[in-house]
């Protein structure tokens, strides 16, 4: 019995070992880092992943650089170099290991890295991740790592002043901030990201550091290096394949390969395996599949699918969630010019979104949370898609992993913006390597919807003047050098990686474009529409320039009171102060947002309401145009709009400010994305105001529109009933309503104002709201605004009464979270509740003290 006994202990334990998941051991080493300026005798601590920046924050060397003017005192940081360094632990065992190898997956950007004094690597891009073998030169016991960042601004001078022409740079490269030489604009000469040089919305900090993990990976016989998942959807079944990289160390007959759908063996194969890299492709399929759709179609199913690779008791494996769907751009001649839109299992589907920039110019302060705020928020508005604009980063894992969860399409750019770039060998050759690692990274996210070459770039050399400057002021060899390294980079080398890599996915050139290499228009490709804002034009042409589809449109506003007192004083508190100007980063910032607020708004009376009412006037604008793309679905099927986040404290385009508050413009947006909205046409050429309605509902559906015309205080004065049968996936105008009838109720419009609602039994499914004068020029009583406050253990509740019309109610303080519902418009004699989590707030007494709650009245100067 004993015997019997000790050999079933043997049989546990030995199948235990034999089954277990993975060879393959991997560590970090995130800690014992130190790091110093090069020239430098003192050591300090360093985070790893880290910035020097932030390095030297936690040191207490720099003072917090996005506090009023600090940013200009951090100049001289990008000037050095800096030397990190670690000592980390090796046992006699993992050495033992046949293969063992480093991976730097982000370092930013020019490294030189030594591995016990010996010189195992050098860097020079930010977005490539970089192996290397260290078995030969690690040792038992300790080893030390050293890194090398060299300046990226030296660099980038010596490869400027290494050709014989001038690569044109948009503004955004701040280098009159940056105190560079010269004030040379040295940014496209690195692959790092762009922002960190500085943006219309972003400081000039120019970061080096080690900024996404290092880890030492050790095994012995092979290890997957890669799987793709690749799929075609059939009404029945999905038909898949599994690409998979394997690396062995020598050679190994009948190796199996086994793929797992939700922990059932759904195939298994015998492979030989050879020295090297050995590539396989496994077909596998799903019956009767469930489908992934985007937030607000259906559910967002994922499959977990594992590639298992095992020989005896030796075995590796990769687990991808993968959704099953079709996404296709769809580019058709049609009676306007070519269609831009995509179709998400067949159906055509109006992207709903924004345009995404870094949560931090310091990257690896973005934490889970974060992401989590931010794609939340976008889902919670409805959203459909986040495009990741090209002057950024290839995000985190996390980031698309979200996205595959919440339903989010991403437009993936590469990185390149508003700038021409180098073309010689090594650098189309280190974008080459770049494009293949994040392709490869990225491909498997179901997400993932569009690879795009860059961003702005084809416009700038075609339309903003840059190609006859450099042809003008340097000769046309410039510019035909400039250009073929435009061709040679985004119609050669990136298309080229992405049909190897992820042919089953669209590659478009340039955003915005019409084709390849043909500048943007309002009837073919997508387009950037910057008349609004950069060219002064009304909101109202957001209702006639309407392309195939909208990646980028915007306005800015400033943050909330709470967020800009994080960064400033109260002398600050003037628009036009250093502070609020050096937090302003757009060179006609501050002004075009006064100018446009007087066209629709009275004078604020103070400094906070001035704030407040520069969120309702961004809201307002980007509102209209929202509600325009949709309501001439027709012809766009597209609304991305400049942009969800901030980088930094500022003033900005963004509908959430650095600090996760949202401002009136993501509330707005919320409601302009709902899955059915009513909007009204009121061009001032027409003598109608029509009502439309748009939907993303893929059923018809029927209910009555009711429109009525009221005063203030909420007097009806004439009402229009119209029982109608709306189209599934469309736009159409149901009711037309004369100028001229209005006319007989208020010949100004200054007193009265639309009401529409859309009802299906008996139940609201939308409404909306159109005053037919600016906001200046309505004769707003007093709302008579009252409120009561309760709790339950989590969430205050404010319960709000009006007696009048209420615009713009908003409920403010120093709270860390946001409300549920913002900066709306409360109907005569009406009620609403919101509630607000209660966060850094403890006690409802404080919250009471805390809460304040105001409309546009509040704003205007009664004395005046």
């Known amino acids: 019995m004993k015997s019997f006994n000790n050999f079933l202990l043997f049989f546990i334990v030995f199948s235990i070992i034999g089954c277990k998941k993975s060879i393959v051991n991997e560590m970090e080493i995130n800690s014992n880092w130190t790091f110093k300026k090069e020239k430098d005798t003192v050591w300090r601590t360093a985070e790893v992943p880290g910035t020097v920046h932030t390095d030297l924050l936690s040191n207490n060397v720099i003072e917090n650089p996005f506090y009023r003017l600090n940013e200009h005192d951090v100049q001289w ?158 009404k029945d079944s999905a038909s898949l394949s599994a690409s998979v990289e394997i690396n062995s160390h020598k050679e190994i007959e009948k190796s199996i390969i086994e793929i797992s759908v939700n922990d059932s063996i759904v195939t298994s194969k015998e492979f030989n395996l050879k020295p090297g890299q050995n590539k396989f492709t496994i077909p596998f399929s799903i019956r009767n599949p469930k489908l992934w759709w985007p937030n607000g179609m259906g559910e967002q199913y994922l499959y977990n699918i594992e590639v298992k690779a095992r020989h005896k008791n030796h075995s590796d494996s990769k687990v991808n969630r993968v959704g099953l769907r079709t996404i296709e751009l769809k580019r058709e001649k049609d009676s306007i010019g070519s269609s831009f839109y995509f179709t998400v299992n067949g159906i055509p589907t109006f992207m709903k979104g924004a345009n995404y920039i870094p949560q931090d110019i310091f990257l690896p302060r973005v934490k889970s949370s974060n992401y989590q705020h931010i794609l939340n928020s976008a889902k919670d508005a409805n959203m459909n898609m986040i ?98 390294s435009y061709t040679d980079i985004f119609h050669k080398v990136l298309p080229e990686v992405v049909e190897q890599y992820d042919s089953d996915r669209k590659y478009w050139a340039s955003s915005p474009s019409s084709e390849l290499g043909v500048p943007e228009s309002h009837t073919d490709g997508d387009a950037h529409y910057w008349g609004v804002w950069w060219g002064k034009e009304p909101f109202s042409n957001y209702n006639v320039k309407i392309p195939r589809f909208m990646s980028e449109f915007g306005f800015q506003s400033f943050p909330e009171l709470a967020t800009v007192n994080k960064y400033t004083i109260p002398e600050d508190h003037d628009i036009f102060s250093e502070v609020m100007k050096s937090h302003q980063r757009s060179s006609i910032g501050n002004g075009t947002i006064k100018e446009y607020m007087l066209r629709h708004y009275k004078q604020p009376k103070d400094f906070e309401s001035f704030l407040y009412v520069s969120h309702l006037l961004q809201a307002y604008g980007i509102t209209t145009g929202i509600e325009a793309h949709r309501k001439n679905r027709y012809r766009c099927m597209g609304s991305l709009y400049w942009q969800i986040n901030d980088c930094w404290p500022v003033a900005s385009w963004s509908s959430i400010d650095y600090y996760g ?66 189209t599934a996936n469309s736009s159409a105008s149901y009711l037309l309503i004369s100028k001229e009838d209005l006319k007989k109720y208020s010949n100004g419009f200054e007193d009265v104002f639309l009401s529409a609602s859309f009802s299906t039994n008996n139940e609201t499914n939308c409404s909306n709201e159109h005053f037919l004068n600016p906001f200046k020029e309505l004769e707003l009583p007093n709302p008579e605004l009252s409120y009561d406050i309760s709790e339950n253990e989590t969430e205050y509740i404010v319960s709000l009464q009006t007696k009048n019309l209420a615009i713009g109610v908003f409920a403010s303080g120093n709270f860390d979270e946001n409300f549920s519902d913002n900066y709306f418009n409360m109907l005569p004699n009406s009620e609403k509740t919101i509630r607000v989590k209660k966060g850094n707030i403890s006690s409802i007494e404080a919250f009471k003290k805390e809460l304040k709650v105001v409309s546009l009245v509040d704003s205007y100067n009664t004395e005046l």
């Open 387 to 484: 495009r990741v604009w090209g002057g950024g980063v290839y995000e985190n894992k996390e980031f698309y992993d979200l996205c595959d969860e919440m339903g989010l399409l991403v437009w993936q750019d590469f990185m390149f913006a508003c700038a021409m770039y180098p073309g010689d060998a090594a650098y189309l050759e280190s974008v080459r390597q770049e494009a293949i690692d994040n392709v490869k990274r990225l491909r498997n996210h179901t997400s993932i919807a569009l690879w795009c070459g860059n961003n702005e770039v084809l416009s700038a050399w075609e339309r903003w003047g840059w190609k006859q400057k450099v042809t003008k002021e340097q000769s046309e060899k410039a510019a035909n050098t400039t250009w073929k």
């Open 661 to 726: 508050k949202w401002k009136a413009l993501h509330y707005g947006v919320k409601k302009a994305f709902e899955k059915t909205i009513i909007s009204f046409d009121d061009k001032e050429s027409s003598d109608s105001v029509a009502i439309y309605i748009a939907t993303d509902t893929l059923k018809n559906f029927s209910g009555q529109l009711k429109v009525k015309l009221l005063n203030f205080d909420g007097t009806e004065l004439n009402t229009w009933n119209k029982d109608i049968q709306v």
């Open 77 to 234: 940081v990008d000037k050095s170099n800096w030397i990190y360094q670690s000592t980390f632990s090796i046992t006699k065992d993992l050495l033992t290991k046949e293969q063992i190898e480093m991976e730097f997956e982000g370092i930013d950007t020019y490294g030189k890295i030594y591995l016990n004094s010996k010189e195992i690597l050098t860097t020079d891009n930010m977005f490539r991740r970089y192996k290397v073998d260290v078995k030969s030169i690690l040792k038992e016991g300790d080893n030390t790592l050293k890194v090398v960042l060299e300046s990226p601004i030296t660099k980038g001078i010596e490869k400027y002043d290494a050709i014989d022409y001038q690569i044109e740079v948009s503004d955004n490269d701040l280098a009159e901030i940056g105190k560079v030489e010269g004030k040379k604009k040295v940014s496209v000469f690195s692959r790092k990201a762009g922002y960190h040089f500085g943006w219309d919305w972003g400081p000039r900090l120019v970061t080096s550091g080690i900024w996404r993990p290092v880890v030492l990976r050790s095994w012995d016989n092979f290890k997957i290096d890669d799987v793709f998942i690749r799929q075609q959807i059939a």
